[in-house]
Nanobody, 116 residues
Framework: QVQLVESGGGLVQAGGSLRLSCAVSRSIFSINLMGWYRQAPGKQRELVAHITSRGTTYSADSVKGRFTISRDNAKNVVYLQMNSLKPEDTANYSC??????????WGSGTQVTVSS
């Protein structure tokens, strides 16, 4: 069993920044894929960004140039640096870890609210 715990969410004004953290209960060195997702009220969950075990990253078009995903294998933490936040970024952000073909783990999420 793998546990993921997100932190760093909160209330911020538009244009501000937040850094989300996802602490993992085991070594992330060999975890194939780790990602950040978000879900706003009344909307489907969407992929924000992900990072492979080799450090290759992907970001959704809506956050490209503003959000950066990174991983610290020594601390078993994955980060999401969010800059130039917009009201439409308001959502519950959760992280995931894909360990195998049928083994994806999720955290419970952290709320991000951006005021205009």
């Amino acid at each position: 069993q793998v546990q993921l715990v997100e932190s760093g969410g909160g209330l911020v004004q538009a244009g501000g920044s937040l850094r989300l953290s996802c602490a993992v209960s085991r070594s992330i060195f060999s975890i194939n894929l780790m990602g950040w997702y978000r879900q706003a009220p009344g909307k489907q969950r969407e992929l924000v960004a992900h990072i492979t075990s080799r450090g290759t990253t992907y970001s959704a078009d809506s956050v490209k140039g503003r959000f950066t995903i990174s991983r610290d294998n020594a601390k078993n933490v994955v980060y999401l640096q969010m800059n130039s936040l917009k009201p439409e970024d308001t959502a519950n952000y959760s992280c995931s870890a894909v360990i195998g073909p049928a083994a994806t783990y999720w955290g419970s999420g952290t709320q991000v609210t951006v005021s205009s």
